[in-house]
């Protein structure tokens, strides 16, 4: 139930939403001062949430900055969170935006940092069909020479708290000891934290797929920029995710 009511949150809580309940408020609503506050208001959020300044400046301030593991120092697994591939119209697989998890994962496996690999994910969606994708990553990583007994799946989970849950057993079961290192994206690193602490779960954080421009600031980041305003859908829902996760 909690999976269902969290996925039609989302729909309320991205940007875009909030400026079409001003705009479309704006239309309809008679009363004038109330209908010219609420297109101002409109105007308003979209230059915000669109303007690369002010995006960056909240993206810098939220994510988990960089970890640099010892050198001297190799650990039991790796554990990276899903949601960093998509499924395709044919029922494949595909990497999208927060493919930098997989790079990460398969860079510290190859490189001997970590003994095993684990990948947690199943289907996400309100209207699952046959696409596992811890599965699919698993076809991934074969390419690359990954020996099967390096690699542990975890299919079932549909969300982070549930990645934690499904995720402990297989570790015990596996016998890997901890700490572990937690491959996620730096904006949902915090929350990604926090429900693995939660389950006891010993990790050491490697944040990775920065979304903020790590450049000097320009005269362009003041243009208002529409993949700026999607990216922002990234961050608000982990500042609710955050917030309902610490209140529960």
Known sequence: ???????????F???????LACLIGGIFVKKQPLK????????VLLFIFSDDFVFNQFARYWDTKPVTLKNSETYSCAIVLGGFTSESKNGDGFFNICADRFIQGLKLIST????HILITGGNGSLLPDHFEESDWV????KIFNVPDSCILIENRSRNT???AAFTKPILQKAGLKPPYILVTSAFHMRRSLGIFKKENIPVIPYPCNYLAGQGNTSPGD???DAYVFGLWNFYVKEVVGTAVNTLR
């Open 112 to 115: 001997g940092k970590v003994s």
């Open 1 to 11: 139930m909690f999976f269902f009511f969290s996925k039609i949150l989302e729909f």
């Open 161 to 163: 708290i549930e990645n």
């Open 222 to 224: 003041f243009v208002p």
């Open 13 to 19: 809580i991205y940007p875009l939403t909030w400026v």
């Open 138 to 141: 698993k076809t991934q990583l």
């Open 36 to 43: 010219k506050r609420l297109l101002i208001f409109s105007a």
